[in-house]
């Protein structure tokens, strides 16, 4: 049943999909705005955007439909949350292979909605290769289901696509099927620290071009000091790691092995959210060098308590980078002319910038530097204090055709604006 | 004109909107005017130069069919563009005078995608094939799409490789990968087209062009690149396409097993997946694929197996050794026998000749077959299985199976008589009830031959009504003219609303020819 929250908004939780189908065709009709809600632990993400008419969260939708173990697929409600999903699969010997970082509560169907990831899309990709289909309520009142429950299947267009990374513009994913994996028999590291860009660059390239099969090649970088990352998973990991290694040191580099190297990955994934680095006694870690100390214990991520998902209130803004692999060098140089922290996915291009607590404006100048610097790879500002939030586009990206034909698709899927309005590139 | 027959039905189609003439597109649309149609073939020329434009109808047979040669088609004109600027032209042309067109890469589709539209334009892109760029710093290929699939493993050989690997990567084009999202052996462990390309500049229909996604990943707004690729041609065409490649595999090792039944064979599969073990590639053959195959390939393989198993396994050597003696193992465990492991590329590429004879192998068994392409969820292989063959007894035909048994993408082989009366359509009716018992059992009509022309009656049995409009969302957002390749996918004709404005009777619709979305 609806209720009224603090302010105006009204909250629904639908309990079944066709239950939020209806919930969100009603608010279509009264031509209302409605937000969408899963853990709340992204919300300060995208374009700031006036309060909704309606909250429809998700958490009454929170079942495991169906775990097919031996199809090593699930069909999994989107309130679920991501940490009781993996626990699930867990207890058959298997994965989700998506490791975004997870403040505490994040749901299966918020990572799909963001296209959140974290360091094991190395190996396996992002929300996007691992949702095989998904059900989505439209704002027109129905359920409409695409792809299917198999881990081939080329029928129909791949709407799942479309929805990954939607921020639920299109619509409200209610149920996704899921390709999961074997967990892994055993994992091992390497890190290689760097006390300069270039040795960080030419660590991880000779890692990207080697014939490896890691599960995650990372780079982690803050003051003129950083460290090149290699996982290795399987029965095999010991010596997949010592490979690796090799690989370094034919680079240059010294590694260190870690065989409990759980802690070092909790940290670069810590490094993708605000505050991240902030120890409880309010010193500053320093990536690498801290998560070794605290190797076999997540102790050493330290980390502040999420804040209903407004993770920039601390002061720092966190920037994804949507680059290229070659251009790490110059993010690392970027990254310590605003005293900025670095974690990133050396062999994908992919790195999160996070910027000092400070003045807005120093804040708001730095984001328009670096996105001149590695122009035209995008720049989207996630966690942002509400300061720096307030004047900017998150997203950074222009007019042009490609946004043109984003605008027709949104105005077929949701011609009258319900589902989180605004929110999303360009406004919509 | 240029001798082109229009279809009877749709003739009366055509003539059923009233006071029109007997017309012969496809798909009811009111036929060219003598001077637009005189117009389209100028302008064509202009555009691509005499000899890119072809309309003498002894010439355009050529082009009358893709792989799926049951299905016919005669275009109006063909057109083979070198540009991306050429194609523009074309599509701005087609799109000023309401003509309806079809892209064609290599022609090697197996479900009629690339089936021209009758009195339309067949844009043939065989001509585009420059690799543009080779960016191994950065992973990446960018190509045009008339490059084969195989072209792209050379160009960024020896160190990297492409992994999606269809068949026919001989003769297919990327340009038809991206349009049918290919697949390939080894898209259990490496996935498909999808996975792969990063970036594409596309010519929308109405001649507009738009460059999707790039050399980077997660570009901010929707994943208009992740809805192109496996849109079959109906979005738009695809004239320079960005790819991830991959560093090859230090080492490869291939081998095949035999087993009494492909139940045990089957099991063998799913043993070897919930290891954890990912294999490059695991294939499988029943009795009747393994005797066609063995009279053409000669690999010795015994006559008297109910099954083959050919499992490819790739990666660091030390990983591939150890996992290595472990499936041996299983398949052991599961009495698999006369196993044998290729010692060289030559007898690795001697297993695999084997495997990719079945189908040509087929036409010495029989002198006409349907060849399928459902997907099950791997657990449901022995049930799926026993259907088939309680189906191949009830219509007294043969199925040989051939399957990627990793991803569970069956590839029955209905075997018939075309001369015999009555018997093609009998052997259509029992490939439909196999799609059936795929769908029953969870899985899909289609894993990577694309639904086209031959599927698209059994989308309603996979998507209802609402999955196909939101399908239909997505068509008109790209093609609201509806001219890239109609026909195709979705089982009805579909006309595109305005979006938002009030709602008009389209003529079409008041002829009850075709319904709104």
């Known amino acids: 049943m609806p209720s009224a929250s603090s302010a105006s908004v009204v909250v629904q939780r639908p309990g079944s999909p066709e239950q939020g189908a209806e919930a969100l065709g009603a608010a279509a009709r009264e031509g209302q705005r409605v937000r969408i809600v899963g853990g709340g632990t992204k919300l300060g993400w995208g374009n700031q955007v006036a309060q909704a008419d309606l909250e429809l969260r998700t958490e009454g939708l929170s079942r495991l439909v169906e775990h097919n173990e031996g199809d090593l697929t699930a069909v999994v409600e989107a309130g679920m949350g991501l940490a009781e999903a993996q626990e699930a699969f867990a207890a058959a010997g298997q994965m989700l292979s998506l490791d975004p970082p997870d403040p505490g509560g994040a749901t299966v169907g918020g990572l799909v909605a963001t296209g959140d990831s974290g360091p094991m899309r190395h190996r396996y990709g992002a929300a996007r290769d691992l949702v095989l289909g998904v059900t989505a309520a439209l704002p027109d009142g129905r359920l409409a289901h695409a792809g299917g429950r198999v881990i081939k299947n080329v029928a129909g267009y791949d709407l799942a696509k479309l929805m990954c990374a939607s921020y639920g513009t299109l619509g409200v994913i209610v149920e996704v099927v899921l390709r999961l994996h074997p967990r892994p028999a055993a994992t091992a590291s390497v890190g290689a620290p760097v006390a300069t860009a270039d040795e960080l660059a030419t660590g991880a390239a000779a890692l990207a071009r080697a014939p490896l099969e890691l599960l995650s090649l990372d780079v982690a970088w803050h003051e003129g000091r950083g460290a090149v990352l290699a996982r290795a998973a399987g029965s095999a990991a010991l010596d997949a790691a010592q490979a690796a290694g090799r690989v370094l040191l034919e680079a240059g580099l010294e590694a260190e092995l870690h065989e409990d190297d759980e802690a070092l990955w909790e940290e670069q994934r810590a490094g993708q959210r605000a505050g991240a680095g902030v120890r409880d006694d309010g010193e500053r870690g320093s990536g690498y060098d801290d998560a070794k100390r605290g190797s076999g214990s997540n102790d050493g991520e330290g980390g502040s308590a999420p804040v209903n998902g407004e993770r920039g209130d601390g002061g720092e803004a966190v920037v994804r980078i949507s680059g290229r692999p070659d251009q790490l060098a110059e993010v690392a140089s970027v990254a310590d002319e605003h005293g900025a922290r670095v974690v990133g996915r050396a062999a994908l291009g992919l790195f999160w910038l996070t910027l000092p607590a400070g003045d807005p404006a120093a804040t708001l100048a730095a984001i328009g530097a670096l996105r001149g610097r590695l122009s035209p790879s995008p720049c989207v500002v996630l966690d942002a204090p509400e300061a720096v939030r307030a004047s900017l586009d998150p997203w950074g990206v222009g007019e042009g055709a490609e946004l043109a034909l984003g605008r027709r698709l949104k105005a077929r899927f949701d011609p009258q604006g319900t589902c989180n309005p605004g929110l999303f590139v360009g406004g919509m | ?517």
């Open chain 2, 1 to 517: 004109m240029d001798g082109s027959l229009a279809p009877a039905e749709s003739a009366d189609s055509a003539s059923a909107l009233g006071g029109e003439p007997a017309a012969g597109t496809g798909d009811g649309r009111p036929e060219l005017s003598p001077a637009d149609a005189d117009r389209l073939v100028a302008g064509m020329r202009r555009i691509c130069g005499e000899d890119a434009v072809i309309t003498h109808p002894h010439d355009l047979r050529t082009y009358e069919s893709d792989g799926l040669l049951h299905y016919r088609a005669t275009p109006r004109l063909a057109v083979l563009p070198r540009t991306s600027e050429e194609v523009q032209g074309v599509l701005r042309l087609c799109h000023e005078l309401g003509v309806p067109w079809v892209a064609r890469g290599s022609g090697s589709g197996l479900s009629g995608g690339a089936l021209p539209v009758e009195d339309g334009v067949l844009v043939v892109l065989s001509q585009m094939r420059r690799v543009l760029e080779v960016d191994l710093d950065n992973h990446r290929v960018v190509v045009e799409p008339g490059v084969t699939n195989v072209q792209v493993s050379q160009a960024v050989a020896p160190d990297f490789f492409y992994p999606p690997d269809p068949s026919s990567q001989i003769v297919c084009s990327i340009g038809g990968n991206v349009a049918e999202n290919s697949g390939g052996a080894h898209c259990f462990k490496y996935g498909f087209t999808t996975n792969y390309v990063t970036g594409l500049e596309v010519v929308l229909s109405d001649g507009e062009v738009v460059q999707l996604g790039g050399h980077e990943l997660d570009r901010p707004g929707y994943d208009l690149l992740g809805a192109f690729v496996g849109s079959e041609g109906t979005l738009g065409v695809a004239t320079r396409i960005t790819l991830r490649v991959l560093p090859k595999p230090e080492a490869t090792k291939t081998f095949v097993a035999f087993f009494e039944t492909t139940t045990a064979a089957g099991e063998t599969v799913s043993d070897i997946v919930s290891a954890g073990v990912v294999p490059g590639a695991i294939e499988m053959m029943d009795s009747l694929a393994i005797e066609c195959s063995e009279q053409m390939a000669h690999a010795g393989y015994p006559l008297d197996a109910g099954a083959v198993l050919l499992v490819e396994l790739d990666g660091p050597r030390a990983e591939c050794d150890a996992r290595f003696d472990e499936v041996v193992a299983i398949c052991e465990r599961h009495g698999g026998r006369d196993l044998r492991v290729a010692r060289d590329e030559a007898e690795r590429e001697l297993l695999w000749k084997t495997r990719k004879a079945a189908f040509p192998a087929m036409g010495r068994l029989s002198p006409h077959y349907f060849v399928q392409d459902g997907v099950i969820p791997r657990t449901r292989l022995p049930d799926v299985l026993d259907r088939i063959r309680g189906l191949s007894d009830q219509y007294g035909m043969q199925v040989a199976n051939v399957f990627h048994a990793g991803d569970g993408n069956l590839h029955p082989l209905v075997c018939y008589d075309g001369k015999k009366e009555g018997e093609a359509q009998r052997a259509e009716e029992l490939s439909a009830l196999i799609l059936e018992a795929c769908l029953d059992a969870g899985g899909s009509i289609t894993g990577e031959h694309g639904v086209g022309v031959d599927k698209k009656r059994h989308m309603p049995k996979q998507f209802s009504e609402c999955d196909l409009d939101a399908f239909q969302r997505l068509r008109c957002a790209f093609d609201p003219a509806g001219l890239a390749n109609p026909g195709k996918l979705m089982p009805t004709p579909r006309l595109c609303g305005e979006v938002p404005g009030p709602y008009r009777e389209h003529p079409l619709e008041k002829a009850g020819l075709a319904e709104r979305f």
